[in-house]
């Protein structure tokens, strides 16, 4: 701190004003204490002076004529002097392997100089729209057609973790489907696709990857929306998430499935999980764990509180811009009181 650095002993020998001696600046080489029962003026961030042992701040002290009087009745030995060594030792290990490099590791790294990191890259990332209906964004859809939207969304939502990825398109036909999807397994660590994976005749995406090698751990969970959601590893480098094709569901299981998974694989361990406090009374008739959509924002005591976001179904991508995030409301029950507390998947806003 900005102050006088003194010999403890003096104070402790009764002496309560003190000659200022000289200065000492952040960034001067250091100087040392001539004069018993004097003192050198010390700013924030110079290296202590020889000589002297503590720190008295400017608030706790009056300067007249050259002298500095302490004002205060007692100190203690070492105050305000932050000694070499006391953050860490050398040889002591700063960062482990296997941290997401922030803000403060960055900041750790160069205050010791360390202008070099080997790191992890971020996966290559394929995403993947399945479907006859699609068509591109920039055309007129047919009365039996519709604009591809998911991918974009996923794509939009990588970047804005700076991860980016390749947008492609496959036909429901079996062999077209296995013949686009074998080089793009083989160039890239992480499939996210889109539609193809629930009970129609049409929806050839499992069959297609588990003959490409694509070892299926589950397919199909008990949630509503995106119950159909496929998930499936290439001997333990590759990963495959097959999301079902309705706007909402695909956004869901991404947020729910995908995020938390790529933020542990990145050794993100700041990742948490949060949870939120209904609104209103909420009652939904069915025996599958429901995703509601919600608005998060924090009440006057700074609780997190979810407020129901009406929508028209997995279909609704419009609803997606009035909510900010999916709460999750466990199966086996049907009211859900105001007040309770449920996990909570924001994606954007208040977190």
């Not at 050839?204 to 998930?231: A, D, M, N, Y």
């Not at 909402?248 to 700041?270: A, D, E, K, M």
Request: some cysteine; overall charge neutral.
């Amino acid at each position: 701190m900005d102050g006088i650095a003194i010999r403890y002993d003096d104070w402790v020998s009764g002496t309560k004003s003190y000659l200022i001696e000289d200065l000492q600046a952040a960034g001067m080489p250091q100087k040392a204490l001539k004069t018993q029962h004097a003192c050198i003026e010390v700013m924030t961030g110079a290296v202590l002076s020889a000589g002297v042992d503590t720190v008295v701040p400017y608030e706790d002290i009056t300067i007249v004529d050259g002298k500095a009087t302490i004002n205060v009745g007692e100190i203690k030995k070492g105050k305000n002097v932050h000694l070499r060594g006391t953050d860490r030792k050398a040889g002591d290990v700063l960062l482990e392997p296997r941290r997401m490099i922030g803000t403060p590791e960055i900041a750790l790294m160069a205050s010791n100089g360390v202008t070099e990191v080997k790191v992890t890259r971020f996966p290559r990332i394929a995403i993947i729209s399945t479907g006859n209906e699609l068509v591109e964004i920039d055309q007129q859809p047919l009365p039996h057609q519709i604009r591809k939207s998911n991918v974009y969304a996923l794509a939009a939502e990588l970047r804005r973790l700076g991860i980016s990825s390749s947008m492609h398109h496959c036909n429901d036909d079996r062999d077209s489907l296995k013949a686009q999807l074998t080089p793009i397994v083989e160039a890239h660590d992480v499939l996210l696709l889109s539609g193809g994976v629930s009970m129609g005749k049409f929806d050839f995406v499992p069959e297609v990857l588990e003959s490409l090698g694509v070892t299926r751990h589950f397919h199909r969970i008990r949630q509503k929306p995106g119950k159909p959601l496929w998930f499936g590893t290439v001997a333990e480098s590759k990963v495959v998430f097959a999301f079902p094709g309705n706007p909402v569901s695909t956004f869901l299981c991404f947020h729910r499935y995908f995020i938390p998974w790529l933020q542990i694989s990145l050794g993100n361990n700041h990742f948490l999980q949060h949870y939120a406090a209904l609104t209103d009374d909420f009652n939904v008739n069915t025996p599958l764990t429901y995703f509601l959509q919600v608005n998060l924002y924090h009440d006057n005591s700074g609780r997190l509180m979810a407020k129901p976001v009406d929508g028209k179904g997995s279909g609704d991508h419009a609803n997606l811009s009035s909510a900010n995030a999916f709460l999750e409301l466990p199966a086996g029950e049907s009211l859900f009181k105001k007040g309770e507390m449920f996990k909570v998947f924001p994606y954007r806003g208040i977190i």
